[in-house]
């Protein structure tokens, strides 16, 4: 995928952050895009950058729940009726939960893994057998810095994370085997400046481990985020034209990534040792953190 003149692509997660900047790079390089997202306001404003930046090319928009199996089957029939054709699919959606997992509630352990995960594995095989059909294809799933290491507190945005990494490294295998035409690749992002930490949920387990409440932990989480959406999707449309296995996005996923390989078992302490001295700066009265807190399910 050299070229993305001409092509189709359809992305999910449109209508904000990597997705909507991912839409507006790709019109302008003549693609035509087919967009969704849980947030039809979003998803207009993204429309309206579109057609603002690229006015020549077709771009479709519909309201789409990843999790949501038949839906985003439909969804990818409704796509081929409307372009012909498809070529790409990003699947970019995510949420991000903060939790023990202790304290983690089942229903929000199968939101996420229902978004992150299953959303990934919808949008992978509902729009396979028209990337194979279209002669040539590419498949982009996004996992994150936290699929190449772990953290507390984020066990089920790990375990998410982890697997559309697993799950996209065993398909780029089996599209090589098959010489299909169709490519995946897996994008690693670190801290990206979105909307995920303002939309994510934060359970009463963390309070006093982590952090002293919601509303602290993510103004702390968005200070990690130093890339912007606009090159992060740069990055990743890079990566599609270099047909790459792997892409990191940020300095923060290099280093994590090095961070895993050097000490694949080590880098743990490391993590539990600098949580314990950030916890003492946020929380200096705070004489230790309680055994176990929080919901349960």
Known sequence: MKDFRNKVAAITGAGSGMGRCLAV?????????????????????TLVDVQRAAPDVKVTTDRVDVADRAAVHAWAESVVRAHGRVNMIFNNAGVALSSTVEGMAYDDLEWIIGINFWGVVHGTKAFLPHLKASGEGHIVNTSSV???????????????????RGFTESLRQELDLMDCGVSATTVHPGGIKTNIARASRVSPSVNGLLVRDAQQGREEFEKFFITTADKAARVILAGVRANKRRVLIGPDAYAADAMARL????????????????RKQLMPDATSAPAGSGERA
């Open 25 to 45: 790079q790709l019109a302008q390089a003549g693609c035509h895009v087919a967009l969704s997202d849980c947030n039809e306001a979003g998803l207009a404003q």
């Open 146 to 164: 936290f699929g190449l290491f772990a953290q507390p507190g984020m066990g089920a945005y790990n375990a998410s994370k982890y697997a559309v």
């Open 263 to 278: 000490l694949p078992a080590a880098y743990q302490s490391l993590v539990v040792r600098e949580t314990r001295r950030k």
